[in-house]
């Protein structure tokens, strides 16, 4: 058992030392990988309509600042003055890659761009994608995305909350409140005014992507065939139908409640009415109180009815600057009256109350049913004159640009590497060489254990001292098993030159603890036979005890000298030679 326990700890100590010392060799080693990985402009492939990665110094020009006012809010604030600005981010930020960071909180701030060339909503899919990180946290404000329609009425400067969209799409929060917007304005081809349309929850919680400050990823997929789908660092979210799942649905109801229904003065909608030929009782007591004094109770003994609660203050003087003209007759405040703190009471005893065995409460009469019940009426149902049926709410309006239009009490949102095309393959691979690179990067760059075990005890000494213990602790634990096992190898090899046995000797087997069981069970019985001979024989028992012959106790007494030089067995011989059998001494036959 020693060399087990000096194996398992050398096994542990082992282990711990190539963790260790295999920190080493992987610093290198991502040393190397971030060599190897460097982040660099991308470049998409395939049919793209917009990507902007933000990391030209001139990234700015080709977007447009909103010179106007938001309507229906204090002139102090209705300006879109929020700043823009094209930097790295505030941490983890690598080397040439920047992105639009909203500057300012507490203002509106609104920026938009043309795309390269107009979506046109046909029979490819539509793809958006973009990051967003909260580098400071978000308390309440938004970081979605509008897709403006393509119109000539467009005016990027004119940009405001109430410019018409095609889509909206992005996270948004509030207190508690954690949205993931994926909106899509529908036209109705009756009437030719737009709708919003929103898409259900995410299936998973997504409030640790607003507070972590690292950039996440959210990319938008809408179909041909009218089902869609939300990824957030590409994990699906959210999928679904734009004709089933979108609130409130897109094609209305084929028939409506009719308005200008009303309800029938005699209509009854009680399904039960009370029994008008039941009558109350003559015994039926309505007046019965619901308690009545306990008639078993009985005033306590040294019950003070004469003694008040309160009395008058003893300790209690007449301020000397009392006028009891003004201020009236001075009376002295009251106080617990002493002598009800020993007593059980003071003052008018009543008895406790007990419920009324013969209270009733008021009478109603039973119910029945209502044989003139007509139901819950609801208006009747016609043909909904705003019907229609549209197959296709995947054709929406053509989208010409995009833009942020957001109030945020957080500042720093950063936004990076927009791409809208019709292939989810081009913006994986967009994301591939942005966003995950970047995690990659990141990853490679992070310290090693070794290198963090060192800073964390250049802030706090002490834990010099729990290193040593963790890196000594094994190498101690090592040599003191390695050489205890060796000096009690030593001492037991020794102990098996004599003969003798060793009472406490570790390698007994079963089989020996069993012979050893056998020949106590042997000298006892040679022991009784020994009384017998010196006893003599009873003439009874000589037909129902065993016969002993004379080699039987030859035996036996070979047997106890033998039995004699083991210490752990001379007492147990010992004790068993006292006791007397239970049956009759048996007879020598010689």
Request: charged content about 30%.
């Amino acid at each position: 058992m020693k060399t087990i326990s000096a194996l398992r700890a050398f096994g542990f100590a082992f282990l711990f030392y190539c963790v260790l010392f295999s920190d080493f060799a992987f610093s290198e080693d991502t040393e190397t990988e971030a060599e190897a990985l460097k982040y660099v402009t991308p470049l998409p492939s395939g049919d793209v309509h917009f990507a902007e990665p933000f990391d030209a110094e001139d990234a700015l020009d080709s977007w447009t600042l909103s010179k106007a006012d938001k309507e229906g809010v204090e002139s102090e604030i209705s300006k879109y003055d929020g700043r823009w600005e094209v930097r790295e981010a505030s941490a983890e930020a690598l080397s040439g890659d920047t992105g639009l960071v909203l500057a300012d909180k507490a203002r509106h701030a609104a920026i938009s761009t043309s795309l390269d060339k107009p979506f046109v909503f046909e029979d490819k899919p539509f793809v958006l994608q973009y990051e967003v990180n909260f580098q400071d946290g978000i308390e309440c404000g938004g970081a979605y995305v509008k897709l403006l329609r393509d119109s000539d009425d467009l005016k990027l400067s004119e940009f405001h909350d109430k410019t018409p969209y095609s889509i909206m799409f992005g996270p948004d929060k509030c207190g508690e409140d954690y949205k993931l917007h994926f909106i899509f304005q529908h036209k109705n081809p009756l009437t030719g005014e737009f709708e919003e349309k929103h898409a259900p929850k995410p299936t998973a919680s997504l409030n640790g992507f607003y507070t972590d400050k690292k950039s996440h990823l959210y990319t938008l997929v809408i179909n041909p065939d009218n089902t869609f789908k939300v990824y957030v660092d590409q994990k699906e979210v959210i999928s679904g139908s734009l004709l089933t799942d979108m609130s409130p649905p897109v094609n209305p109801p084929k028939e409506i409640e009719d308005a200008d229904d009303r309800r029938p003065e005699d209509w009854d909608e009680r399904e039960t009415i009370a029994d008008e030929s039941a009558s109350k009782p003559e015994e039926w007591d309505e007046d019965a109180p619901a308690t009545i004094p306990d008639p078993s109770a009985e005033m306590p003994k040294d019950w003070l009815e004469s003694e008040p609660l309160f009395v008058d203050d003893p300790e209690s003087t007449k301020p000397d600057d009392w006028d009891d003209e003004i201020d009236g007759e001075w009376e002295a405040p009251q106080v617990d009256n002493p002598a009800c703190t020993a007593a059980p009471g003071c003052g008018v005893w009543e008895p406790s109350t007990i419920p009324n065995p013969a209270y009733k409460g008021k009478w109603l009469a039973p119910h029945i049913a209502n044989e003139a019940y007509q139901g819950i009426w609801k208006p009747r149902m016609i043909l909904n004159p705003g019907y229609f049926e549209d197959n296709n709410p995947f054709g929406m309006a053509s989208i010409g640009a995009l833009g942020f239009e957001l109030w945020s009490m957080s500042n720093n949102i950063m936004f990076d590497n927009i791409i809208i095309t019709n292939d989810k393959v081009v913006s994986d691979d967009f994301a591939a060489k942005t966003w995950a690179l970047r995690k990659e990067l990141i990853a490679a760059n992070e310290p090693g254990m070794v290198s963090n075990l060192m800073t964390a005890a250049e802030e706090r000494p002490w834990l010099w001292v729990i290193y040593v213990l963790v890196v000594g602790l094994p190498i101690l634990l090592i040599f003191v098993f390695c050489f205890r096992s060796s000096s009690k190898t030593g001492s037991d090899a020794d102990a098996k030159k004599t003969d003798a046995v060793s009472p406490d000797d570790p390698h007994d087997s079963q089989e020996e603890e069993e012979a050893a069981e056998e020949e106590q069970a042997t000298a006892a019985t040679d022991s009784q036979n020994e009384e017998v001979r010196e006893d003599g024989g009873d003439g009874d028992a000589k037909d129902d005890a065993p016969a002993v012959t004379k080699n039987d106790l030859e035996n036996a007494e070979d047997s106890q000298e033998e039995e004699a030089a083991a210490a752990d067995s001379e007492k147990e011989v010992g004790d068993a030679s006292e006791k007397k059998s239970p049956r009759r001494k048996p007879r020598i036959q010689d």
